[in-house]
């Protein structure tokens, strides 16, 4: 059982992390990230080719976060491979010490769009399919497998999506699916946070919130315009703009958001530092939790 | 229908560059329909084409993807060829070098299996698909996968779909809107609609299986 699976199930706040795998084979910039993280998060997450541009591969920069102490969450997309390659590289990764999984769609590739897309499954099917392969025993394909897979199981949700039923629908799918913890799309706006609690009462999966801290207003207009339907509220702009030191800003916008998933009983929250890696441990001390 | 856009003039007068008799063949199907490959059209290339100092002849065929079939190539144009300026004999037909056709890929082919001349497009065919709001736009609508879902969704995810999602929209959906093609509604959002107006949300609450590929290639005969 993996330490991430295991304290979910203990219903403590469970606090995750992300690592942004370089361009380059560059192991040091790998090392930083992990020592930023290691001992102030559970595990964290490696992003697999975030909107299509190639970085080094996850299962690789997984291997180096066992090695190191801090417990990967290996992001898998439907993106560039198939369920051949789907399957071959989740049971080579579970070989390398690999149990938390979280299963993806994946975004399309709009920077490198002469890139033939994949796609032949979605994420309620991959899901499915891992699910299948942990309970029964059988892979992609129905072949019977000798080994029992202690994987654990994750998918993406994102609370700003309109009309938010529909993407409820997909929620319940993905829990039909067999998914076992959920950790969402960034948000910024208590409201959101409340109208997701009110939809998902009924719900029995862990559901980790999406934190990232704003650092200006330039950031903050790059997420309205690439994330979809992300609301941002007035008042964190005008703290962004009067701001004398942005990294300080920044942090605590991060802990407030922490501050009120923790009082509104979420399980968790999904830290994504894009670079403030550093600051991670700030903004979970400061939310006082 | 099956929808088709005009190749440039240039590119056609290439392709039958090397030919001096050339019969310009119009299809009475789908492109007639929106004025891509109809007699009118016919009639515009074929004057375009003799300006080049070629033998150009004109005639329309019903629909090309359906030929009534002769004893020979000759016999099975004479069949289905109308001519335009007047009733087109042997004579007229025995000595065409080339064939430039105004058909989608599908009717120029159905000519190729029955009829040995050389031919060439005059159009790209590009997708099959129905006219949009705006009177002078399509939109593709199907992929022809083999694969039918329609009674579960009204609208088709695999083509309208760019990750034709299967179980829900992908976390891209912005405002009701398709994030890779944004002046496109979201096609999960048109099927949520739907259904909903319908009272058979049901229908998308269970998992849909990952899709047999298979069948893609299985499709080829049926």
């Known amino acids: 059982m ?38 102030v998060v559970v595990a964290a997450n490696v992003t697999d080719n975030p909107v299509g541009i190639p970085f080094v591969s996850t299962i690789s920069v997984c291997k180096i976060m066992i090695e190191k102490g801090l417990e990967p969450i290996y992001q ?29 769609t994946g975004d399309y590739p709009l920077v490198y769009k002469e890139a033939k897309p994949v796609f032949d499954l979605d994420s309620v099917q991959l899901i499915y399919l891992l699910n299948r392969m942990r309970k029964d025993k059988i892979d992609f394909f129905g072949r019977k497998l000798s080994v029992d897979l202690d994987i654990f199981i994750g998918g993406a949700l994102n609370p700003n999506s309109e009309p938010l039923e529909l993407e409820i629908m997909k929620l319940e799918k993905k829990i039909k699916a067999g998914v076992d913890f959920i950790q969402t799309q960034v948000v910024f706006d208590r409201n959101v946070l409340e109208k997701l609690k009110e939809k998902t009462s009924h719900l029995d999966v862990p559901i980790l919130i999406g934190v990232t801290p704003l650092k200006s207003v330039k950031m903050a207009e790059y997420f309205l315009q690439n994330v979809p339907g992300i609301r941002i509220p007035k008042e964190l702009i005008d703290r962004l703009k009067s701001s004398k030191n942005k990294i300080e800003t920044a942090i605590q916008i991060a802990s407030e958001i922490i501050k009120e998933a923790y009082e509104l009983k979420f399980a968790g929250v999904h830290i994504m530092p894009v670079g403030m890696h550093g600051y991670v441990k700030e903004m979970i001390s400061r939310a006082g939790i | 229908m099956i929808v088709v856009k005009e190749k440039k003039f240039d590119e056609v007068m290439d392709t039958i560059k090397d030919f001096n008799k050339i019969l310009v063949v119009g299809c009475g199907g789908c492109v007639t329909f929106y004025n891509k490959g109809g007699r009118k059209e016919t009639i515009e290339l074929a004057e375009k084409i003799k300006k080049h100092n070629k033998n150009v002849i004109k005639a329309m065929i019903p629909r090309q993807c359906s030929l009534i079939k002769g004893v020979d190539y000759l016999d099975t144009l004479l069949k289905n060829c109308k001519g335009i300026d007047k009733e087109l004999t042997v004579k007229d037909l025995k000595d065409v070098d080339a064939i430039v056709s105004l058909a989608c890929g599908v009717g120029i082919q159905n000519m190729a299996r029955h009829i040995d001349l050389y031919i060439v497009p005059a159009n790209d065919t590009v997708f099959m698909g129905i006219k949009n709001n705006d009177e002078r736009v399509f939109e593709e609508y199907c992929l022809g996968c083999g694969n039918c879902i329609l009674h ?47 009272n058979r949300l049901k229908y998308i609450k269970d998992i849909y299986m990952p899709k047999d590929f298979s069948k893609k290639i299985k499709r080829y005969k049926i």
Not at chain 1, 7 to 31: C, H, N, Q, Y
Request: proline share 5%; aromatic share 6%; net charge positive.
């Open chain 1, 76 to 104: 898998i997309t439907c993106r560039d491979r198939n369920r051949i390659a789907i399957q071959s590289d989740i049971l080579g990764s579970y070989m390398l010490g690999i149990r938390n999984i979280l299963a993806l």
């Open chain 1, 2 to 39: 993996s330490k991430f699976s295991n304290a979910l199930r203990k219903r403590r706040f469970v606090i995750t992390g992300e690592i942004d795998p370089p361009k380059e084979p560059i192991v040091e910039e790998i090392i930083s990230q992990i020592e930023s993280l290691k001992n």
């Open chain 2, 152 to 198: 579960l969704t009204q609208y088709c995810p695999i083509s309208l779909c760019p990750k034709s999602m299967l179980n829900g929209p992908c976390g891209g959906v912005n405002n009701g809107m398709c994030e890779v093609i944004k002046d496109r509604k979201c096609v999960w959002v048109m099927i949520y609609e739907k259904l909903k107006k319908l």
